[in-house]
């Protein structure tokens, strides 16, 4: 299984912090956004690599980051060519340069690079192991207005996904979609076909809902909290409560 972090957005709404430095890189205590996740994720015997792809104009800095690393399994860098927020590819088509640029033909793990999770992911790797089908998370989210900020789903008691809505007005349920997935390597042909068929690019929720209508696709409850870091004042808080 390759673990690919998607690290290519521009983050506008942390300027100026991130005008120039990305997101992921950071600090939040004594460590930076992107190593808290791959302190949890690099010893899974599961995972053979890291793949962290980001913009062109911050590949320098990320490429000097990994100097400063020494994770057991190989960390990649990509650069997805772009260099403005407005010419940024999406998750979505980022996610497929990937694929095609490293020749993966694996099992994926697809992660936002900007959230810090109070878990970890070693129960979402068994979860996929145990579902056999690509996974997504989910969690409840009792707020209509956080509801119609992101992705929601419908499930059946076995979790199965039966409808994915991205950003919907009125949501099918509570159950909200955090940019987190798991993808079974015969699922990776959908990617570009969801993109031929039109379906939107920026979110990677885009993708997960055009798997519940072309494969199988199941939901894990989150265990725990996360901490989305999409503002300077989120940012100071995490700072607050993991330092």
Known sequence: MKNIIIA???????????????????????????????????????????????????????????????YEKP???????????????????????????????????????????????????DYFNEKGTSVIMCHHEPELKRLQRTGVIAVNDEMKVLEMQEKPETPVSNWAVPPFYIYSKNDLPLIKECLDHGCGFDAPGNLAHYLTETSALHAWPMPAGRFDIGSLDSYKEAQIRFS
């Open 75 to 125: 960390v990649t860098i990509i650069d997805d060519g772009t260099t403005s927020n407005d010419k940024r590819l999406g998750a979505v088509r980022d996610l497929l340069l990937v694929i095609k640029d490293c020749n993966i033909n694996d099992d994926i793990m697809v992660l936002a690079a900007d959230n810090i999770l109070e878990f970890s992911l070693r129960g979402f790797i």
């Open 8 to 70: 290519a957005g521009y983050a506008t709404r942390l300027y100026p912090l991130t005008e120039n430095f990305p997101k992921p890189l950071l600090k939040v205590g004594d460590r930076n956004i992107l190593e808290r996740m791959l302190d949890d994720i690099d010893p899974f015997p599961e995972i053979d690599s890291h793949i962290i792809v980001t913009n062109h104009k911050f590949t320098p800095i990320f490429q000097e980051w990994l100097k400063t690393t020494s």
